[in-house]
């Protein structure tokens, strides 16, 4: 059975779909939750359906902060031993019309800022002697989509950073890992119109959309020392659209 009682863990993009998801799994585990987002509303909303979560709006845009970010996270749980990068963009474009700044932000927050928020972590880890990190990537990262060349590429990078990550920390009880979604069910799939979702399903082996819990369940997995043998692995989660 797995278990987070007296563990401290901070998860970034806590608001969205998957994010909340991930929140819920933890606290029902009994975690110590530290959860950021940048959206002040839907944080507080969090905070009032798991009162015992501590919140705070932060962006990861700003690489200046991050150290510090990381530093009050881990004063406030009193420790930090998971890490859980969720928080991340997408700015599509066809490549020919991609702005210079839509390629560059989408690299600079989903990779940049992914890497930023491990290495403060892993400072804070290698004190301990125990981490655990989970990068969310994306089954664009291995396959590749249309007009998504800047997300599909920052999602890659994370994944060859991770391994890489994973590599200089085997010796040190900290693990690294990512978990892959397919198409998950969210507010933005809810307004796809049939015939589209029809098409969309018939690419999934499975015909059907996965949701946030299933994202939540692969990264708890990942996150708990039942997992302690496994690093700089990618769990898939997607129906089976995807199959290293």
Same mark, same amino acid.
């Given at each position: 059975?797995i278990?987070?009682?007296?563990?401290?863990?901070?998860?970034?993009? =806590?608001?969205?779909?998957?994010g909340?998801?991930?929140?819920?799994?933890?606290?029902?585990?009994? =975690?110590?939750?530290? =959860?950021?987002?940048?959206?002040?509303?839907?944080?507080?909303?969090?905070?009032?359906?798991?009162?015992?979560?501590?919140?705070?709006?932060?962006?990861?845009?700003?690489?200046?902060?991050?150290?510090?970010?990381?530093?009050?996270?881990?004063? %406030?749980?009193?420790?930090?031993?998971?890490?859980?990068?969720?928080?991340?963009?997408?700015?599509?474009?066809?490549?020919?019309?991609?702005?210079?700044?839509?390629?560059?932000?989408?690299?600079?927050?989903?990779?940049?800022?992914?890497?930023?928020?491990c290495?403060?972590?892993?400072?804070?880890?290698?004190?301990?002697?125990?981490g655990?990190?989970?990068?969310?990537?994306s089954?664009? $990262?291995?396959t590749?989509?249309?007009?998504?060349?800047? /997300?599909?590429?920052?999602?890659?990078?994370?994944?060859?950073?991770?391994?890489?990550?994973?590599?200089? /920390?085997?010796?040190?009880?900290?693990?690294?890992n990512?978990?892959?979604? $397919?198409?998950? %069910?969210?507010?933005?799939?809810?307004?796809?119109?049939?015939? @589209?979702r029809?098409?969309?399903?018939?690419?999934?082996?499975?015909?059907?959309? $996965?949701n946030?819990?299933? @994202?939540?369940?692969?990264? =708890?997995?990942?996150?708990?020392? %039942?997992?302690?043998?496994?690093? +700089?692995?990618?769990?898939?989660?997607? +129906? $089976?659209?995807?199959?290293?």
């Open positions: 059975m278990n987070f009682k007296n563990k401290k863990i901070v998860i970034t993009g =806590a608001t969205g779909g998957i909340r998801d991930i929140v819920k799994k933890f606290v029902s585990l009994e =975690a110590s939750v530290f =959860a950021t987002g940048t959206n002040t509303e839907k944080l507080n909303l969090l905070k009032k359906d798991f009162p015992k979560i501590n919140i705070i709006k932060f962006d990861i845009s700003e690489h200046s902060k991050i150290e510090e970010f990381i530093d009050n996270a881990s004063n %406030q749980l009193t420790g930090l031993d998971i890490l859980i990068n969720n928080a991340g963009i997408n700015k599509d474009n066809l490549s020919l019309r991609m702005k210079d700044e839509e390629w560059k932000k989408v690299i600079d927050i989903n990779l940049g800022s992914t890497f930023l928020l290495k403060y972590a892993l400072k804070k880890m290698l004190k301990n002697k125990y655990r990190i989970v990068n969310i990537t089954v664009v $990262g291995h590749g989509n249309i007009g998504q060349a800047n /997300y599909a590429a920052s999602k890659a990078g994370i994944i060859g950073m991770t391994k890489s990550l994973a590599i200089e /920390y085997a010796k040190k009880n900290i693990t690294l990512c978990v892959s979604p $397919g198409f998950i %069910q969210s507010k933005m799939t809810d307004n796809i119109i049939e015939s @589209v029809a098409v969309l399903t018939s690419k999934i082996p499975m015909s059907r959309l $996965g946030g819990e299933d @994202v939540a369940n692969s990264v =708890a997995f990942l996150s708990s020392d %039942q997992a302690s043998y496994i690093t +700089g692995e990618t769990i898939h989660v997607n +129906g $089976g659209m995807y199959m290293a």
